[in-house]
């Protein structure tokens, strides 16, 4: 019985046109014409098998997982072949022996339902072996020497491309990220502005009976130095005057302080009190990661990715990998001001 949504030559012509685009251009137009052709045989193939084959008893998806393996592994040995400095006549009977292991080790890994990784880790140990055995026999045949051996053993242009998609990531992650920067400092601005505004409400409200705004800044001064340590709190007192300092020694030892300060003037004197005091925060990743993950406590994640919704896959991805607890690898400069763009955001 034929497989529902599984048309294996359109699939094989799909593989084959790919395949042109991504041929090294550097080579001849007979390897490029090889790499091609080799690939779509053995995709055409492969799909034909699975489709006729009504005992496997397998989906379109696991169909096309198949075929789509062959294709990748078809591709990038392909390659291994033309760079190898075996002579052409013997790459044919090479890529037959790889396709068919690929077949029989995808075909079986799907009959006992093996997760989709652990088949591909199988599949490349496969093709890495049969590779290798055949290049062993060509020498111990006398075909090759064992420079030629060498040569081909060492060629792997799947672990190539792997390599260069690395170091373009790495790229764009070192990349300027202005974009960003300036998105979270305006909106740390904007947050600033309304502070401000709402300050401003509050001292045109306050009466003689209430609190002044110096007073409450100093009570806030006060509230932070209980938890300093002394020769920070010794710090702050050399840098306010002698008024005030015997004002915050007074607040202090008040039993309610905490009641009568203002939120959004407490957050002005930590701002200010940045001016005498470091920041000595080590940029680290558990600083980032620990960062964003008081920020996932406090908000949820639909929030958070609303926040990022118009930002790069690199940026979204590394929002969510560390929401799950994991860091994605960015370079720890960049990782901190996402982090910030994130707090400032919501």
């Given at each position: 019985?034929?497989i529902?949504?599984f048309?294996?030559?359109e699939?094989a012509?799909?593989?084959?046109?790919?395949?042109?685009?991504?041929?090294?251009?550097?080579?001849?137009?007979?390897?490029?014409?090889?790499?091609?052709?080799?690939l779509g045989?053995?995709?055409?193939?492969?799909?034909?098998?699975v489709?006729?084959?009504?005992?496997?008893?397998?989906?379109?998806?696991q169909?096309?997982f198949?075929?789509?393996?062959?294709a990748?592994?078809s591709f990038?040995?392909s390659?291994?072949l033309?760079?190898?400095?075996?002579?052409?006549?013997?790459?044919?009977?090479?890529?037959?022996?790889i396709?068919?292991?690929i077949?029989?080790?995808?075909k079986?890994g799907?009959?006992?339902?093996?997760?989709?990784?652990?088949?591909?880790?199988a599949?490349?140990?496969h093709?890495?072996?049969?590779y290798?055995?055949?290049?062993?026999?060509?020498?111990?045949?006398?075909v090759?020497?064992?420079?030629v051996k060498?040569?081909?053993?060492?060629?792997?242009?799947?672990?190539?491309?792997?390599k260069?998609?690395?170091e373009?990531?790495?790229?764009?992650?070192?990349?300027?990220?202005?974009?960003?920067d300036n998105k979270r400092?305006?909106?740390?601005k904007?947050?600033?502005?309304?502070?401000?505004r709402?300050?401003?409400e509050k001292?045109?409200?306050?009466?003689?009976?209430?609190?002044?705004?110096?007073?409450?800044?100093?009570?806030s001064?006060a509230?932070?130095?209980r938890?300093?340590?002394?020769d920070k709190?010794?710090?702050?007192?050399n840098n306010?005057?002698?008024?005030?300092?015997?004002?915050?020694?007074?607040?202090m030892?008040?039993?309610?302080l905490?009641?009568q300060?203002?939120g959004?003037?407490l957050?002005?004197c930590l701002?200010?009190m940045r001016n005498f005091?470091?920041?000595?925060?080590?940029?680290s990743?558990?600083?980032?990661?620990?960062?964003?993950?008081?920020?996932?406590?406090?908000?949820?994640?639909d929030?958070?990715?609303?926040v990022?919704?118009?930002?790069?896959p690199?940026?979204?991805?590394?929002i969510s990998?560390?929401?799950?607890?994991?860091y994605s690898?960015?370079?720890?400069?960049?990782a901190?001001i996402?982090?910030?763009?994130?707090?400032d955001s919501?």
């Amino acid at each position: 019985m034929a497989i529902d949504g599984f048309d294996y030559k359109e699939f094989a012509q799909s593989m084959a046109e790919q395949a042109k685009e991504l041929v090294p251009k550097d080579l001849p137009q007979e390897d490029q014409d090889y790499i091609v052709n080799t690939l779509g045989n053995f995709t055409m193939l492969a799909g034909e098998a699975v489709y006729n084959d009504e005992s496997l008893k397998i989906t379109a998806d696991q169909a096309i997982f198949i075929t789509q393996v062959i294709a990748e592994w078809s591709f990038h040995k392909s390659i291994d072949l033309i760079h190898s400095g075996i002579d052409r006549m013997y790459w044919d009977t090479i890529m037959q022996k790889i396709a068919f292991t690929i077949f029989e080790v995808a075909k079986q890994g799907i009959i006992r339902n093996i997760q989709q990784d652990q088949l591909l880790q199988a599949i490349e140990h496969h093709v890495v072996k049969v590779y290798k055995k055949c290049i062993e026999d060509l020498e111990k045949r006398g075909v090759i020497d064992e420079e030629v051996k060498e040569q081909a053993e060492n060629q792997s242009n799947i672990d190539d491309m792997a390599k260069q998609a690395a170091e373009e990531q790495i790229k764009q992650q070192e990349a300027p990220l202005e974009d960003i920067d300036n998105k979270r400092r305006e909106a740390q601005k904007r947050r600033e502005d309304e502070r401000k505004r709402r300050r401003i409400e509050k001292e045109k409200e306050a009466t003689a009976g209430a609190l002044t705004v110096r007073q409450m800044r100093l009570m806030s001064l006060a509230l932070v130095m209980r938890i300093l340590t002394p020769d920070k709190t010794n710090l702050l007192m050399n840098n306010i005057d002698d008024g005030d300092r015997q004002l915050v020694k007074s607040y202090m030892g008040m039993a309610n302080l905490e009641s009568q300060i203002d939120g959004d003037i407490l957050l002005d004197c930590l701002k200010d009190m940045r001016n005498f005091i470091p920041n000595r925060r080590k940029l680290s990743q558990e600083n980032v990661m620990g960062d964003l993950l008081r920020l996932y406590r406090k908000n949820s994640r639909d929030k958070i990715e609303k926040v990022i919704k118009n930002e790069r896959p690199l940026v979204k991805r590394f929002i969510s990998q560390a929401y799950d607890g994991e860091y994605s690898g960015l370079p720890l400069k960049v990782a901190d001001i996402v982090a910030q763009y994130v707090e400032d955001s919501i």
